[in-house]
């Protein structure tokens, strides 16, 4: 079965060629989060949110993309654009990402309140990637498997390589580098009717046809329960956006499954599979996983 994955036109094929690395290993942070299609649906909406809570973000996407046609897709690229910087081999990884760099060159304008706003503007592309890095972790660590300190540093820590490539000049080495930049960044947030119709699609059902309509939208409050609440209240969300207790239990079932049965034809086992390991090697144990890296000789940072 082929490898590839379609990312805004270009083709990533993480299967080929056979042992080219990654911007990250097999035993890195990253690696172990991504895998997880939980994490991935809860930290992309998530990060959506944090974005659009900045006009001028949510102004360059509104005005220059599909999104009003295809709000989903937001959300999906974001989880595809982690995928290829962290499982694609470099070589591909470089290609696509100086793709959307190009695209980026042509996203200029003016939000409806006369704010300019201009897509290679560092401070905007320093807080879409945080909000990224911030979105993946955080729905890992809450609803999948509890994240150590280090574990956590290492993780922001993996990241710098592919977010200097889109152009970051600020990265978020912690959470405490997230909640400073998010701070100096709140006198532009606010509410928004966009964000509403963003997550009335989570939330209804529609977002796919793969998983009930009760877990979709527990996915939704899953991503409102980790943001920030200085972001929350300014974006509105209030009580009908609530995580039940029913809804956080079924989340955490679902991302703690996620974790330990193998999905064969993701970008994170056919990765595995480029560099010469087993498709489950991301789902065995932390101890057999450090074991197959030795006898292999291949390196946990690649």
């Known amino acids: 079965m ?14 080929t060629p056979a042992g080219a690395p990654a911007f990250s290993g097999p035993d890195s942070v990253s690696w172990q989060i991504y895998k997880n299609p939980i994490a991935l649906a809860i930290g992309g909406i998530c990060a959506v949110l944090l974005e659009f809570a900045d ?13 009003k046609q295809d709000p989903l897709g937001r959300a999906q690229r974001t989880g595809t654009a982690a995928m290829v910087g962290t499982y694609g081999p470099q070589e591909a990884a470089r290609r696509v990402i100086q793709g959307v760099n190009n695209m980026h060159a042509r996203v200029q304008g003016t939000t409806p309140n006369g704010i300019a706003y201009d897509a290679r503007d560092t401070e905007l592309l320093d807080w879409v990637s945080a909000t990224a890095r911030y979105g993946f972790v955080m729905a890992y660590h809450h609803f999948v498997k509890p994240l150590s300190d280090d574990d956590m540093q290492r993780y922001f820590k993996e990241g710098e390589v592919v977010a200097g490539l889109y152009g970051v000049k600020t990265h978020v080495r912690s959470l405490a580098d997230f909640d400073s930049m998010m701070h100096a960044l709140e006198p532009y947030f606010e509410a928004h009717e966009i964000n509403s119709e963003f997550l009335e699609i989570m939330r209804s059902g529609r977002a796919t046809d793969s998983l009930p309509k009760s877990i979709q939208t527990a996915i939704a409050h899953a991503a409102i329960d980790i943001l920030p609440p200085m972001v929350r209240e300014k974006l509105q969300l209030g009580a009908a956006y609530d995580l039940t207790l029913w809804q956080r239990w079924l989340v955490r079932r679902f991302g703690q499954l996620s974790d330990w049965l193998p999905d ?8 595995c599979e480029r560099l010469g390991l087993p498709a489950n090697f991301l789902w065995l144990s932390q101890r057999r996983r450090h074991r197959l890296l030795g006898q292999l000789n291949i390196s946990g940072v690649i």
């Open 264 to 271: 064969r034809n993701s970008p994170a086992a056919q990765a």
């Open 55 to 67: 006009p001028r973000i949510r102004s360059g996407v509104w005005d220059h993309s599909i999104f």
């Open 2 to 15: 082929s490898g590839e994955q379609k990312y805004l036109g270009w083709t990533i094929d993480y299967r």
